[in-house]
């Protein structure tokens, strides 16, 4: 069950997220934000509580999040033309989205 509860709040979380992008009321797009801000924060303390309490929660899915950060790493940069389209300002967010993998890549190799 707590796999459940796991799969389904971060899938509501991304719609939240896709929603906040296309809404145009004002209201909503303060709301949806607050949402998908919030809830994983509140998962990961539920999580974190209940393994306290029962143990490491098994998922059936295994990831090797070193590899996944440095494949989104490699392709912010072969792609980096075709997202920015030559705006400063698009550049330098997504200088901004690659140093967050880099530092987060060189984090999980090196401090351990």
Not at 1 to 11: N, P
Request: proline share 1%; charged share 25%.
């Amino acid at each position: 069950m707590i796999t459940d509860l796991i799969q389904r709040m971060f899938a509501a979380r991304n719609a939240a997220h896709l929603e906040h992008w296309k809404t145009n009321s004002y209201a909503q797009h303060k709301t949806l934000g607050g949402y998908y801000e919030n809830v994983i924060e509140k998962v990961d303390d539920l999580i974190e509580a209940y393994q306290g309490a029962f143990g490491l929660v098994g998922m059936s899915e295994t990831n090797d999040v070193v590899k996944m950060i440095n494949d989104e790493l490699i392709w912010l940069n072969e792609n980096r033309s075709a997202i920015c389209k030559g705006v400063p300002a698009l550049e330098n967010i997504l200088d901004d989205l690659t140093a967050l993998h880099m530092s987060t890549l060189y984090k999980l190799e090196n401090l351990k």
